[in-house]
């Protein structure tokens, strides 16, 4: 590796190293009902985030909940010598993706069916410091 291209390779590890992130894949929820959960976390402070979620009675929160505490612990072992408290961590990002659906059919009138597209999603959660 040339001298060039290694100095530009330390100074992007260097400016992704406030960054941390977590995929969730294949959740069994529907992206629409994860999208109104995750548009509830999208900018906030990780502390108040982890309180909106553990408050909300949907189901979709309990797997973002989990997700983001996940994302927290992938931050913690990237910057081992800094403080959670003093970095202000922000959830910077949250992707709502459709995955795969499983069609399934249903009986209908007639000797009729009708096709049942049971949707599922895939979830990214970035995290960074508010510095």
């Known amino acids: 590796?040339?001298?060039?291209?290694?100095?530009?390779?330390?100074?992007?590890k260097e400016e992704r190293k406030s960054i941390a992130f977590a995929k969730l894949n294949n959740s069994s929820i529907t992206p629409r009902k994860m999208r109104l959960v995750a548009d509830l976390v999208r900018g906030v402070q990780v502390e108040k985030a982890l309180n909106i979620l553990q408050?909300?009675?949907?189901?979709?929160?309990?797997?973002?909940?989990?997700?983001?505490?996940?994302?927290?612990?992938?931050?913690?072992l990237k910057n081992e010598d800094q403080d959670l408290q003093d970095a202000g961590l922000i959830?910077?990002?949250?992707?709502?993706?459709?995955?795969?659906?499983?069609?399934?059919?249903?009986?209908?009138?007639?000797?009729?069916?009708?096709r049942i597209r049971k949707r599922s999603?895939?979830?990214?959660?970035?995290?960074?410091?508010?510095?």
Do not use: Y
């Not at 590796?1 to 992007?12: F, L, Y």
């Not at 189901?59 to 997700?67: H, W």
């Not at 999603?121 to 510095?131: L, P, Q, R, Y």
């Open 1 to 12: 590796m040339g001298a060039r291209k290694r100095e530009r390779a330390d100074k992007m």
């Open 55 to 76: 408050h909300n009675p949907k189901d979709a929160s309990v797997s973002l909940e989990k997700l983001l505490r996940s994302a927290i612990a992938n931050w913690e």
């Open 121 to 131: 999603n895939h979830v990214t959660i970035v995290v960074d410091s508010a510095k």
């Open 91 to 114: 959830v910077k990002e949250v992707q709502v993706g459709s995955a795969g659906m499983l069609k399934r059919i249903q009986a209908a009138p007639q000797g009729r069916a009708h």
